[in-house]
Structure formats: structure tokens, C-alpha cells
T-cell receptor, first 114, second 113 residues
Framework: DVKVTQSSRYLVKRTGEKVFLECVQD?????MFWYRQDPGLGLRLIYFSYDVKMKEKGDIPEGYSVSREKKERFSLILESASTNQTSMYLC?????????????FGPGTRLTVL | GESVGLHLPTLSVQEGDNSIINCAYS??????FIWYKQESGKGPQFIID?????DKRQGQRVTVLLNKTVKHLSLQIAATQPGDSAVYFCAEVVENAGNMLTFGGGTRLMVKP
């Protein structure tokens, strides 16, 4: 059974802290994505990666960075967390073929920044 | 800019009735559309997709209709069950834009027993 896992389901951090959100997939997928999900705004793409050590900005990259040192792991980094980064963060992965039914999502990390 | 959106943020239906969730899109270049279901505490799960050269596609208890004339997409769920309660998202994909997904805001479906 395919699986995308995220390191934490719930996280509470203080303003200014450095935050790491980890995502791991066991499907040998090349493509991995980080989204944030906010009420009424749907899912918005933060960053994505097509391969190891490769990263591309999505629609809302400001305040975030990413790291893809290994194929199975894609990390989202908040260098200095702010309250407007309180959100649900979703990781996803898919193979390069782009079949529509093969984008898999993790369970999400609900981050609260105080 | 181009966008994908939903008409109704919340839809409440009686168990056993049919549900219709709507989505408007504005990018006529979209190659296909996907419906996702997101249950509480879980990530989105693929339900069904439809390519832009199709008008209708059926799955198990679900049907997606695409009206390109008015740029409208709908998801129909037959005999709605309590387990269908979730947030439903439509997303559009433009293949020559790297197969990136553009999501709508989501509709919450509540099924009353």
C-alpha cells in the first residue's frame, strides 16, 4: 500500500522559531510537493521538487524554503515562523508520468504559530 | 489570473439523496479536471477525473459532468451515505504547465441521517 507520511500531525511553535516539516514517501516518486491549506483558499502550492537536490517555487514561496537531499524525503523549512504561517500543511508525491490518479497526499501537519 | 472556484462552501443533504457539488473554472486551456475528497484529519484522496475532451465520466456512485461552454464542472454522488461527509475539491491541470494542480476552495458536504 502506498504511503506518504508527515513527521507531525500537530505542531505548536512560537514566533521567530525555525520550523522543520518532514515528508517521506515510499513509492520511489520523483515529484514531491508542499501545499498549505487555509479555509476558503483551498490548497496553495508552496514549493515542489522534480528530483533530488532540485526545487522550484510554487505560488506562495515567501517565508519558506525546502530541502530534497534524498529521493524519498522532502522537507519544508520555516526560517523564522510568523503567525500568518499558522495553517494546515500537506505534502504530496507523484511519479513523472503525471497520471491523474497517482498524486498521493500525506495526512497533513496542522501548525500553530503563537 | 486563471482560477478554479466552487459555488457553495457547504452542502447539507439527507442520507440516501443524491448530492451535486459544483465547480466553476476559468482556464479554457485546462487538459483535465480532478475531484478530491478530504475527510477530517486526512489528506485529499483522488475520487475521479475527466479529460477536457469528455462530457461525462462515471465511477462507483459518482459521476462527473463537464460543460465546457459555461466552464462548469460538477460531481454527482448517488445515494449519499454518512461516509461521504467530507470536503470536496476540484482541481484543474494544464499538461504543458508541468501537470501542476490548481485547486478550488472546497465544498463541505454534510450528510444528515
Amino acid at each position: 500500500d502506498v504511503k506518504v507520511t508527515q513527521s507531525s500531525r500537530y505542531l505548536v511553535k512560537r514566533t521567530g522559531e525555525k520550523v522543520f516539516l518532514e515528508c517521506v514517501q515510499d513509492m520511489d516518486h520523483e515529484n514531491m510537493f508542499w501545499y498549505r491549506q487555509d479555509p476558503g483558499l483551498g490548497l496553495r502550492l508552496i514549493y515542489f521538487s522534480y528530483d533530488v537536490k532540485m526545487k522550484e517555487k510554487g505560488d506562495i514561496p515567501e517565508g519558506y524554503s525546502v530541502s530534497r537531499e534524498k529521493k524519498e524525503r522532502f522537507s519544508l523549512i520555516l526560517e523564522s515562523a510568523s503567525t500568518n504561517q499558522t495553517s494546515m500543511y500537506l505534502c504530496a508525491s507523484r511519479p513523472p508520468s503525471g497520471r491523474t490518479d497517482t498524486q498521493y497526499f500525506g495526512p497533513g501537519t496542522r501548525l500553530t504559530v503563537l | 489570473g486563471e482560477s478554479v472556484g466552487l459555488h457553495l462552501p457547504t452542502l447539507s443533504v439527507q442520507e440516501g439523496d443524491n448530492s451535486i457539488i459544483n465547480c466553476a473554472y476559468s482556464n479554457s486551456a485546462s487538459d483535465y479536471f480532478i475531484w478530491y475528497k478530504q475527510e477530517s484529519g486526512k489528506g485529499p484522496q483522488f475520487i475521479i477525473d475527466i479529460r477536457s475532451n469528455m462530457d461525462k465520466r462515471q465511477g462507483q456512485r459518482v459521476t462527473v459532468l463537464l460543460n465546457k461552454t459555461v466552464k462548469h464542472l460538477s460531481l454527482q454522488i448517488a445515494a449519499t451515505q454518512p461516509g461521504d461527509s467530507a470536503v470536496y475539491f476540484c482541481a484543474e491541470v494544464v499538461e504543458n504547465a508541468g501537470n501542476m494542480l490548481t485547486f478550488g476552495g472546497g465544498t463541505r458536504l454534510m450528510v444528515k441521517p
